[in-house]
């Protein structure tokens, strides 16, 4: 098998040289989550932000692979019982020991939809992000109802401007 001398286009985190790796890890059960979805993936994927490539994954089937090999993260989730979702809180028992002191200093931002009270699941994403090193490069987007979609997008977007910088 090649390794990395002789694959210098690959870096240690997997990315094709040149260009850099964003992973979005969502929940999305409803058609408010599913909108600010599709503003964050807008604002990660505008085509003046050349050199990152924006890889999606619902929490349930999201991988510490795939954490492993990006260079910076999104996370999105509803607010369920005080707390993010479980499908979130799954992805996060998943890869945190395996991505632990591998991933520190990786830039990530979120957003929260609730309709009640998110404020447990702003204070537990952040928690974990801080356990494991990650650097939040942006203001949680929180909506209660209707969303702010340019909130939203401007969040994929700065997240993506400082995963290419
Ligand atoms: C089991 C369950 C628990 C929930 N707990 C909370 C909560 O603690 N805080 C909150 O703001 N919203 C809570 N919600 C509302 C969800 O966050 C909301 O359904 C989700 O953000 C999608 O919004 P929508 O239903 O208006 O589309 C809960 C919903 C469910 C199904």
Redesign the pocket.
């Known amino acids: 098998m090649a390794n990395q001398e002789e694959r210098p286009e690959l870096s240690l985190a997997g990315s094709v040289r040149g260009m850099r790796r964003l992973l979005l890890v969502h929940h999305t059960?409803?058609?408010?989550?599913h909108a600010m979805f599709t503003a964050v993936v807008e604002g990660a994927t505008d085509p003046e932000l050349e050199g990152v490539t924006l890889v999606r994954r619902a929490a349930l089937a999201a991988t510490a692979s795939d954490v492993l090999e990006a260079d910076g993260y999104l996370l999105g989730t509803?607010?369920?019982?005080?707390?993010m979702s479980g499908a979130l809180k799954h992805f996060f028992d998943t890869i945190y020991y395996p991505c632990l002191d591998s991933t520190r200093d990786r830039p990530f931002g979120f957003y929260?939809?609730?309709?009640?009270?998110?404020e447990?699941?702003e204070r537990a994403i952040a928690s974990i992000a801080k356990a494991l090193g990650w650097e939040q490069v942006a203001a949680p987007v929180v909506?209660?109802?209707k969303p702010d979609l340019a909130a939203c997008k401007e969040l994929g977007g700065v997240v993506a401007a400082t995963v290419m910088s």
């Open positions: 059960p409803s058609p408010a989550l509803p607010a369920n019982i005080g707390y929260v939809h609730g309709n009640e009270g998110t447990g699941a909506a209660m109802g």
